[in-house]
C-alpha cells in the first residue's frame, strides 16, 4: 500500500530533498530529532525490511548504506559520527510503512534507545 513517501518520489508533496539517484532519494525528515536528521528510501515501494527477499533487495539496502555515507560526508558529520537506524514493523516503531533508513547526527546520541 502506497504511503506518503510515494507522493514525495513523485514530487506531488513537498521534500527538502539532499540526494537523488535512480534508485533511492533522500529528504530531511520534517520531525527532526537531531540537528541532522535525513530520511533514506527506495524508489520502489517496500513496506519494511521484513519484506526484503531478495538479491536486488539487498542490494538496495547496501546502496542506501553507501548513500547514507555520502551524505554524511556532505553534511559534514562524518568526522564526529552518526547513527542509521531502520524501524521495522510495531515493535520496531515503525509509522511509516515504506522501508527508510534514519541518519541521524550533529549530536552526541544516547543508548539505549527508548
Ligand atoms: P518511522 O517511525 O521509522 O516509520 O519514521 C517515519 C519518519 O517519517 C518520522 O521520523 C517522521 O517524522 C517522518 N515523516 C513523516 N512524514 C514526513 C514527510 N512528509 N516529510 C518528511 N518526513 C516525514
Redesign the pocket.
Known amino acids: 500500500m502506497s504511503t ?2 510515494s ?2 518520489i513523485a514530487k506531488e ?1 513537498p ?2 530533498i539532499v540526494f537523488e539517484n535512480e534508485d533511492l532519494l533522500a ?7 537531531a540537528p541532522v ?1 535525513i ?1 533514506i528510501i527506495p524508489k520502489i515501494e517496500i513496506a519494511s525490511t521484513l519484506l526484503l527477499n531478495s538479491k536486488e533487495h539487498s542490494l538496495l539496502l547496501g546502496a542506501m548504506y553507501d548513500a547514507a555515507n555520502e551524505i554524511a560526508r556532505n553534511e559534514g558529520i562524518d568526522k564526529n559520527g552518526f547513527r542509521l ?3 521495522c514493523g510495531d515493535d ?6 515504506h522501508l ?1 533508513m ?1 541518519l541521524l547526527g550533529g549530536r552526541k546520541m544516547q543508548w539505549p534507545p527508548g
Open positions: 506518503i513517501f507522493k514525495i508533496i521534500a527538502d529528504f530531511r525528515d520534517i520531525n527532526p530529532q536528521h530520511l537506524v531502520i524501524n520496531g516503531g515503525q509509522e511509516v510503512y527508510h534514519h
